[in-house]
């Protein structure tokens, strides 16, 4: 070799590092990022939205995977009811709690909005759920008490389940309940992506009352120029995940839309608005989180206020079916979170199946459309594996269905992230729902749960 050529290429080796270090000093500033606001965002909520000891919220949140996460500073301001959170001094992100709305980060410039003050003075954090009718303790066998001990048992110490709550309710009884330590009845806990399914709620609740069809093009004024694809994409499309929208719903990179979406933008629903077309409305089926955050701003833009529209949840849902502990969170720019940030009780959570169990209907009243829930655990036309309906699961991720386990017809599912289940039975009138910070999701096998339960529950 040369000198000349040694030169060249001494020189284009160092051209090749200094790019390598420069890539991998932006990827890590992204993951930093990421990881400063989750942080903020989940020690909020789990501090003052589930009321939570912060050191064992804080435990939870930093472990398995996410150990990295003890290198990020955090101040808890519990007179301001915040969290800020700081890398290294590079990356800083700020949680604020507002009482009925949650926590949201403070992003891109924008204050998240409180309720209206005639809300406010009819919301207490977290009021404590009304009673339900509870099963006598002694009605509850030996062979049911040993399916949900194995529920909170740990095989397997390197990939933990961590159950936190199971409730078990029979044509809208609890038959059985049990938590974790530190977890209680009366501990709202998050669902992550069963939010998705109490958006379709809200949305049902707007189709009943002549808001929104099903069939007819969605109001997003972003859409509504001429030649737009996008103004071809309805109701229908969206609830069941086929508008042909681009999403990366990819959790390894610190830069998918749905980590952005989440943790690094103050309006979530601008994010997946602003998305390009990739194919015909209807003919192509993806799982989005950002579809469902722009079911949230089709919501808003349904109901013309603000005012309205941050009080909606609670007037028109939780409060007419009981669910007093239920928080939807917003983002920064003031729409619901849809796709991932509500807290509620697992009884709460079980109300909600119950709606459901109950084709809609509420101490005797309508509450969603006739046929909606029938609509709504219908299979997804465009759903090539034939296992989602419209924001609800037909059948369970195989990750989590055990070896062998098959449940009745009809059963469907609200699931979330970490093992989050309200998993609805029709056949035995039942709602079984699971809640838990499962981070390896082979590690709990939801269907072969149900099953055993279903097992037990048909010779009690």
């Known amino acids: 070799m040369t000198p000349r050529t040694r030169r060249r290429t001494i020189g284009a080796i160092g051209i090749v590092l200094v790019g390598a270090l420069v890539a ?10 990421i990881g400063v606001a989750y942080k903020a965002k989940m020690l909020c909520s789990g501090t003052f939205v589930s009321r939570r000891d912060a050191g064992a919220v804080l435990a939870e949140l930093q472990s398995d995977d996410l150990a990295i996460l003890r290198y990020i500073d955090v101040d808890v301001d519990s007179a301001a009811r915040s969290v800020a959170a700081s890398g290294f001094g590079i990356v800083r992100r700020r949680a604020v709690y507002r009482e009925g709305l949650g926590c949201a980060l403070a992003l891109d410039g924008l204050t998240p909005p409180g309720l209206p003050a005639a809300d406010r003075a009819i919301v207490t954090p977290n009021p404590p759920t009304p009673a339900v009718k509870e099963a006598a303790r002694e009605e509850s066998s030996p062979k049911l008490e040993a399916v949900i001990a194995r529920a ?3 095989p397997d110490p390197q990939r933990p389940r961590r159950t936190l709550a199971v409730v078990v309710m029979r044509d809208g009884r609890v038959l059985y309940e049990r938590y974790a330590a530190g977890i209680g009845p009366e501990t709202p806990l998050i669902g992550w992506s069963m939010a998705k399914s109490v958006t379709n709620a809200l949305v049902g609740i707007l189709v009943l009352q002549g808001r929104l069809a099903l069939d007819a093009p969605v109001p997003i004024p972003e859409w509504k120029a001429a030649g737009d694809p996008r103004a071809e994409i309805t109701l229908d499309h969206l609830l069941r995940m ?3 929208l681009r999403f990366d719903e990819g959790m390894s990179s610190p830069r998918s839309d749905v980590m952005r979406m989440l943790l690094d933008v103050g309006d979530a629903a601008a994010l997946a608005i602003h998305k390009d077309l990739v194919a ?6 993806q799982y989005a989180s950002g579809t469902s955050n722009i079911l949230a701003r089709v919501i808003r833009n349904a109901l013309h206020d603000d005012a309205s529209y941050l009080a909606f949840p609670r ?5 007419r079916i009981g669910m007093s502990s239920a928080v939807l969170e917003t983002d920064a720019s003031g729409t619901f979170v849809g796709s991932s940030y509500m807290y509620a009780t697992a009884r709460d959570w079980a109300r909600f199946g119950t709606l459901y169990l109950r084709d809609g209907v509420w101490n005797g009243e309508r509450l969603l459309p006739e046929g909606w829930v029938k609509y709504s655990t219908s299979l997804a036309p465009a759903d090539p594996q034939q296992r989602y309906g419209a924001h609800f699961w037909l059948r369970i991720a195989d ?5 062998g386990a098959q449940l009745p017809v009809g059963t469907y599912h609200a699931v979330g992230y970490g093992g989050q289940f309200v998993t609805v039975v029709p056949a035995r009138k039942v709602v079984i729902v699971r809640l838990g910070d499962t981070r390896y999701a082979d590690a709990w ?6 099953q055993e339960m279903l097992a037990v529950l048909d010779h009690d």
């Open 24 to 33: 991998g000093a932006w990827l890590a500033l992204q993951i930093l990022r």
């Open 152 to 154: 909170f048992s740990e």
């Open 242 to 244: 086929s508008s042909g």
């Open 280 to 285: 015909p409305p209807g003919t192509r089926w």
């Open 315 to 319: 007037h028109e849902l939780f409060d």
């Open 399 to 403: 990750e989590y269905r055990g070896t």
């Open 445 to 450: 096998h939801h269907a072969a749960f149900v």
